[in-house]
């Protein structure tokens, strides 16, 4: 879990009511914001009735109401900052950061003058933040007011201020940027109160990051996503793949084309694209057998999990087994194993490229199939399972099909050494917070489900058999032990979670797991990489969360 933990605690308290409530609605405000600027290119620095103007705008074709006018304002003014922001040196920048994102009883730092003085204990964001920011080369304040930060501007010893700050300290610092034409990037509070505050912090380190150097930074996440999309229709199967000739070669084609998120054939194309000379040029046609082949490798993993945990339905139908018997069923899972091996070898990749590929697909099916048995094994003699070892479970579940994707794409683009490790920890975060989020979805949907006829190991069951007494431990030991038990006993079993205060835990380690994600980036060198990844990993948390 990330060190600054503390900060996931104060996720809780909903924002100003100035500004969007949720994240999701917040990201589509910025994303707007984005590709208005893209279309319209209004040159900074915009007065700040024409900046007002465009908010406006922003907001109308956002449909959102116009008391979120001055938070629009500031995405507005970052949008069209950026591309300036974006080719100033990292050591001609300031970063900005308030002392009130500390955990203020927490605190070890001092104050003086200047501002705060960190001890680095990671009780709060601002230890990493401005950490990640000085290696990189910024000046880094943690202070209120704008008498430092204005006689920096005036010094001209910087060149482009990344800040973050509530509504109020960002409009005071606006006239004194406008007037000296300093490129800033604004992230405001989500709160004031001036103690323990918090922002979007994933917006920070897109920010921080920002680079001439990052070469996707202008794609666009949704074109790829249907790209991605257009790969997987009936005709567009047949073209990567060869005419289907049998009734195993139908059927296992029919399974691939059903609908789904594709995140793991759209995590693949976006190392790949990152690794390009010119990612914005259309993805070569070569490429789509490894895309094709990460699919076939999750739709025949989703074959064998539906018959192993007995499910009936998936994607609101019949699920394969279901449908066409087992035995049917695991042949067409196995076949979409070997398909995706064979588009593997298949492509167009030099030799040595085609063997690491092989490697990382074989040891993710391997890592996978330990998982799951871990899982089979217990559900012979179901019982308790304390937290971390759900989390191992996870892990070797839902982990290494993210890895698998990543590292074929981005051995395909002709990664360096530095690459490898870095998609291990990404996806390791990124495949616990996908099983949380199915977690929450079982026991907190709206409405809630029906619990599954025989579910697995439970994230939110673990954490509140650990922190229940009495009888709720009896009824929480009862349905760790009987998923039968937990169905005839679901509503006494939400409340008993809801009352023990699991669900804000769980979105506590959706966050958590998000910020890992994020900082597990840190060592790849390569700017383009780095920066795509960690709008991708925003993207899928965002979803997540929407869903949860």
Request: proline share 7%.
């Amino acid at each position: 879990m990330p060190k600054s933990e503390a900060a996931t605690t104060r996720l809780n308290r909903p924002p100003l009511e100035c500004i969007p409530p949720t994240k999701a609605e917040r990201d589509r405000l910025l994303e707007v914001a984005r590709r208005y600027v893209a279309a319209e290119r209004p040159v900074p620095p915009l007065a700040l009735d024409e900046l007002m103007a465009h908010a406006a705008r922003v907001l109308e074709l956002a449909e959102m109401p116009g008391a979120f006018k001055n938070f629009a304002s500031i995405l507005v003014s970052n949008a069209a900052w950026s591309e300036l922001v974006a080719s100033t040196p990292y050591d001609r920048r300031l970063l900005l950061l308030p002392q009130c994102l500390r955990e203020k009883n927490r605190c070890k730092g001092e104050i003086d003058e200047f501002g705060l003085l960190c001890h680095h204990c990671g009780a709060c964001p601002i230890h990493e933040l401005s950490e990640e920011a000085e290696r990189l080369g910024y000046v880094v304040l943690v202070a209120e007011g704008t008498t430092v930060v204005t006689s920096l501007i005036l010094s001209r010893k910087i060149e482009a201020i990344v800040g973050v700050g509530c509504l109020a300290s960002l409009e005071r610092i606006f006239p004194h940027m406008d007037a000296a034409a300093i490129p800033g990037l604004a992230i405001p509070l989500l709160y004031d109160g001036c103690v323990n505050t918090t922002a979007d912090l994933d917006w920070v380190w897109d920010a921080i990051h920002l680079t001439r150097a990052d070469k996707t930074r202008r794609l666009d996440l949704d074109a790829l996503r249907a790209q991605v999309d257009a790969w997987f229709t009936p005709e567009a199967l047949d073209d990567t793949m060869g005419p289907a000739r049998s009734q195993t070669e139908r059927l296992a084609r029919e399974w691939l084309a059903k609908s789904g998120k594709r995140w793991r054939p759209f995590l693949a194309l976006c190392a790949f694209e990152a690794l390009r000379d010119d990612p914005e040029a259309p993805a070569p046609a070569d490429f789509r057998k490894i895309a094709v082949a990460v699919e076939c490798f999750h739709k025949a993993s989703l074959i064998h999990d539906d018959i192993e945990d007995g499910d009936p339905l998936r994607y609101g139908e019949q699920t394969l087994h279901a449908a066409h018997g087992i035995p049917i069923a695991l042949n067409v899972g196995d076949f979409l194993l070997g398909e995706g091996y064979r588009l593997i070898a298949e492509c167009g990749a030099p030799d040595p490229a085609k063997t690491a590929m092989l490697r990382a697909a074989t040891s993710g099916h391997r890592s996978l199939c330990t998982g799951q048995g871990d899982e089979l094994f217990w559900a012979r003699s179901p019982k308790p399972l304390a937290p971390q070892q759900v989390l191992d479970i996870f892990r070797l579940k839902t982990a290494p099909a993210f890895e698998v994707a990543l590292r074929l794409g981005a051995i395909y683009g002709g990664a360096g050494d530095d690459v490898p490790a870095v998609l291990r920890d990404c996806s390791d975060a990124l495949g616990v917070a996908y099983q949380v989020r199915d977690d929450m979805n079982d026991f907190f949907g709206d409405p809630p489900p029906e619990l599954p006829a025989s579910f697995g190991p439970s994230i939110l069951l673990a954490t509140a058999h650990e922190r229940a007494e009495g009888q709720a431990r009896r009824l929480l030991d009862a349905a760790w032990r009987s998923p039968a038990f937990a169905r005839d006993h679901a509503d006494e079993l939400r409340a008993t979670i809801a009352a023990l205060g699991i669900e804000a835990l769980a979105r506590q380690m959706l966050e958590a797991y998000r910020e890992k994600a994020i900082r597990s980036l840190r060592p790849l060198e390569n700017a383009s990489l780095k920066g795509l990844l960690r709008r991708v990993i925003a993207k899928i948390f965002n979803e997540l969360e929407t869903k949860s």
